[in-house]
């Protein structure tokens, strides 16, 4: 069965920076969705990340220390909900969507090793990743493929950019204009899954062999592993 016509979910991140060894979770949104679309159950979280939120990361996500000091959740119980939830959905062959999930599923990992939960793995399961199937299907394009850009050039809306729930749900409309766009991708998500791996890494070869082929750049190593990088 394609993903496209089965119950999916999907998730989101906005952390304390882009380093994923070191980068706290401070929202996360994870949506279930019917195979129409549209939202079954949807969880969202917001934690104390235990550490300074910067004023570069404030100014994306818009939650700043003080605010996620007295409103947030102790960070331990966050990472165990959401690492909980995002489990049970593996568990019952649901398949998750995150945009640029090397990012948001490393970060994940970091954070349950951080607190000793699962030794830092969930179940296995079906990641789909409209960022590296974006990079497949188009793979010479203008400018820059964030999602702001992508589900602009793809006509989905996106709203309130940079808060979680609202990139998560843009992924998903982004993934699903891909796959009506190109039907080669509305395959079961395990197959899809499989693909990606082979993918990130042959993105992370061709940007590899461009960088170091410019001055000063030789030594270049792009990690192209997915969907979690350790």
Known sequence: MSWIDAPRA?????????????????????????????????GEWLANPGIAITEGAASVHGITTEYARSHGQPAQQVIWEVAGAIGSLFLDGIPVIAFNAAYDFSVLHHEMLRYNIAHGELPAGHILDPYVIHKHVIPRKRG???LETLT???GVVLENAHTSKADALAAERLLVKLAERFPKIATDAAAL???QVQWSLDQARDF???????????????????????
């Not at 980068?23 to 949807?42: E, K, M």
């Open 193 to 195: 899954h499989t693909h």
């Open 152 to 154: 602009t050039e793809h």
């Open 208 to 230: 590899q062999d461009w960088l170091r082929a410019k001055p000063g750049k030789e030594n270049e190593v792009i990690d192209g592993r997915w969907p979690i990088r350790r």
């Open 10 to 42: 999907t998730f989101d991140l906005e952390t304390t920076g882009v380093d994923v060894t070191t980068a706290r979770i401070v929202t996360a949104s994870l949506l279930l969705l019917n195979p129409d679309g549209s939202v079954q159950r949807a």
């Open 144 to 146: 820059n493929r964030k």
